[in-house]
């Protein structure tokens, strides 16, 4: 399975982006997509996830200003990011788990300017 993380780049505290994740095989049978970011010096983290039907769930940090959501017709899962912090600097990268086996992309790099 591929994945191909998109989206990110350099914006102002207060601003949007989305991000976009392509996978190579359909998302319908996936268990479960994630988001995850990983700020210099520190552990990867889970940022949301989304389950095959449909059930989201974000880390504390993010709640109201992040939305997970996928499209199965185009196989590809979305991160919405507004209201963007200097704190959420990262790079991201989406996960996929198909029958408990987790696969990667490479990451996209968010970067938020205060």
């Known amino acids: 399975v591929q994945l191909q993380a998109s989206g990110g780049g350099l914006v102002q505290a207060g601003g949007s982006l989305r991000l976009s994740c392509a996978a190579s095989?359909?998302?319908?049978?996936?268990?479960?997509m994630a988001w995850y970011r990983q700020a210099p010096e520190k552990q990867r983290e889970l940022v949301a996830t989304?389950?095959?039907?449909?059930?989201?769930n974000y880390v504390t940090s993010i709640k109201g200003r992040f939305t997970i959501s996928r499209d199965n017709f185009k196989d590809t899962v979305y991160l919405q990011m507004n209201s963007l912090k200097a704190e959420d600097t990262a790079v991201y990268y989406c996960?996929?788990?198909?029958?408990?086996?987790?696969?990667w992309g490479k990451g996209t790099q968010v970067t938020v300017s205060s």
């Open positions: 989304i389950t095959s039907d449909g059930h989201t």
């Open positions: 996960n996929v788990r198909f029958h408990g086996e987790d696969y």
């Open positions: 095989r359909r998302l319908f049978s996936a268990d479960r």
